[in-house]
């Protein structure tokens, strides 16, 4: 399985971006798939993630700016952030699941500056 993730990049505060994440390879069985993110000394952690049926689930953090996607068709993930704040500089890296096992993407750098 692999994973090509697109989209970061430096943007002004109150700006927005779009990630895209693209899966490729033995993808029978393919559930979850998200976004997680991981700044400078801190924690991996999950920014947002969306079943194959279209439940989603969201960072309290980033409610409200930021919406997840996905085309199983494609098997792609989208992530829509909006009102980018400093705070939301980091690694992001997609992941998706298929049965008991997690993959992931490269990270793609998103930097916001103030």
């Known amino acids: 399985v692999q994973l090509q993730a697109s989209g970061g990049g430096l943007v002004q505060a109150g700006g927005s971006l779009r990630l895209s994440c693209a899966a490729s390879?033995?993808?029978?069985?393919?559930?979850?798939m998200g976004w997680y993110r991981q700044a400078p000394g801190k924690q991996r952690e999950l920014v947002a993630d969306i079943t194959f049926s279209g439940w989603t689930n969201y960072a309290d953090s980033v409610k409200g700016r930021f919406s997840i996607s996905r085309d199983n068709a494609k098997s792609t993930v989208s992530l829509e952030m909006n009102t980018l704040k400093p705070e939301d500089t980091a690694d992001y890296f997609c992941?998706?699941?298929?049965?008991?096992?997690?993959?992931w993407g490269q990270g793609t750098l998103v930097t916001v500056s103030s």
């Open positions: 390879g033995r993808l029978l069985g393919l559930g979850r």
């Open positions: 992941n998706v699941r298929i049965g008991s096992n997690n993959y």
